[in-house]
């Protein structure tokens, strides 16, 4: 199957993909310190969504020319390009998924189209997006749905994923996902290289001179941070977070994985490794979140907190110790294998 994108906007330089939002200044129950938008192990899923006025439903799908949005563009050469491409991207879909030939010049188009109708409850509650702590990537030149979940999240379509990080930002209240085209202006490169440059002479020098730091860095940074143990190869700790600093990992942007870098490293070895502890032992269902919303140490069914953060917090307290040293009975012997 061959398809060919089209859209009127900039070409992305990247791959196309769904990412977690994680603001480190907005508390999301401790979860931004360890680069987590969600639990371990959890996703959020969303269908399409649909507005109902005067009984009449219309998907927000940005494959309707006649829906509001489209209808308000007063430049009529933008919106004529506009209802052209949603046009010309309807028939490709109608093309590849309901072997459908239509011209998307004809004057008949939409009486012709058959499954992608804006009002065609049967296929549009099927489309949706289910996101977690990993980039969902989408590649829209080659699979209709991916086309079909891009159009629709530039569109407004889904609460959960927000059009583009800078959308995300300017939002009172972000979702917890954004759309990542990973289209960088010659500024933001300039910057995005000195950061990285700088977050790779931070690396070369945990290499040389702290490979325990090393290790509980890559456990903050890394999504998968249980494969970190002692024995792991030094030189493992240093090509993952290489690949990870370089944009080539879970972060694929690269500003943000250098920022991720930097500030990990940044932090005493103390807290380093009660947040590496925290998060190796929510992995492990060593701590575990109840129906109350509280995070319980499920050994003793003691409460710990409502998020990482709070957790940290309790375990840095000497009063608690007895509970630090549970938690890394368990912990430590999987980091010594």
Excluded at 60 to 75: R, S, W
Excluded at 113 to 140: A, Q, S, Y
Excluded at 142 to 153: G, M, N, Y
Aim: charged residues 25%; contains cysteine.
């Amino acid at each position: 199957m061959s398809l060919t994108l089209i859209t009127n906007g900039p070409a992305s330089t990247g791959p196309i993909s769904i990412k977690p939002l994680i603001n480190p200044d907005s508390d999301n129950m401790g979860l931004q310190n360890y680069n987590l938008s969600l639990f371990p192990g959890t996703f959020q899923e969303e269908q399409l969504a649909c507005l109902e006025k005067n009984g009449i439903k219309r998907y927000v799908t940005g494959l309707n020319e006649f829906a509001p949005e489209v209808k308000n563009i007063k430049d009529p050469e933008q919106r004529a390009a506009v209802i052209k491409d949603i046009r010309e991207t309807v028939a490709l879909l109608e093309r590849e998924l309901a072997t459908n030939i239509i011209d998307p010049e004809d004057e008949d188009f939409w009486t012709k189209v058959k499954l992608l109708k804006p009002d065609n409850d049967e296929f549009w509650t099927r489309i949706t997006v289910r996101c977690g702590n990993e980039p969902l990537f989408l590649n829209p030149k080659t699979d209709p749905f991916d086309l079909i979940k891009l159009k629709a999240i530039e569109a407004g379509g889904f609460s959960i994923v927000a059009k583009s990080w800078e959308d995300a930002q300017n939002m009172s209240k972000p979702p917890k996902f954004f759309l990542d085209k990973t289209i960088d202006s010659v500024a933001s490169r300039t910057q995005t290289k000195k950061l990285r440059n700088k977050s790779l002479s931070e690396l070369d020098k945990l290499y040389s001179k702290n490979i325990n730091k090393l290790m509980y860095v890559c456990k903050i940074v890394d999504a998968h941070s249980a494969q970190y143990k002692k024995s792991t190869p030094i030189d493992i700790m240093y090509e993952n977070m290489d690949t990870y600093i370089n944009g080539e990992g879970i972060e694929r942007n690269e500003l943000r994985a250098a920022e991720s870098f930097l500030k990990a490293a940044a932090l005493d070895m103390e807290t380093l490794k009660l947040k590496a502890l925290v998060k190796d032992a929510s992995f492990y269902k060593v701590l575990a979140p109840r129906a109350d919303g509280m995070i319980y140490h499920l050994q003793t069914s003691t409460m710990m907190g409502r998020n990482a953060s709070e957790i940290v917090e309790y375990l840095r307290n000497p009063l608690n110790e007895n509970i630090l040293v549970d938690i890394l009975n368990t912990i430590e012997p999987m980091w010594n294998e």
